[in-house]
């Protein structure tokens, strides 16, 4: 069983930044990737950034393009937990934003979504 638990989400000024934080359960956290995904209003979910497991090397990490340069995905597998650093935020960036495991035998994982608001 995996429970992935959002926290850090909020309202935020245009430029301002965020730090969401991703808290998982499970005992074999270190191995899976990791990822995080958003949602607009009358919008798909979109991929915004992923990280591999950065067990048998450093983790390699991907953006989507909209976010690169100003988003880092980062992850202590210590405290099970994947962080999304937000800065320079836009009004775009409100969505919905969800934390994703992703196993090889259980198949994938979600949260329950952390709501993040960007406006003046």
């Known amino acids: 069983q995996v429970q992935l638990v959002e926290s850090g989400g909020g309202l935020v000024q245009p430029g301002g930044s965020l730090r969401l934080s991703c808290a998982a359960s499970g005992r074999r956290f270190s191995i899976y990737v990791m990822g995080w995904y958003r949602q607009a209003p009358g919008k798909q979910r979109e991929l915004v950034a992923a990280?591999?497991?950065?067990?048998?090397?450093?983790?390699?990490?991907n953006y989507a393009d909209s976010v690169k340069g100003r988003f880092t995905i980062s992850r202590d597998n210590a405290k099970n937990t994947v962080y999304l650093q937000m800065n320079s935020l836009k009004p775009e960036d409100t969505a919905v934003y969800y934390c994703k495991m992703s196993t090889v035998s259980l198949g994938d994982y979600w949260g329950q979504g952390t709501q993040v608001t960007v406006s003046s």
């Open positions: 990280i591999t497991s950065g067990i048998t090397s450093g983790s390699n990490t």
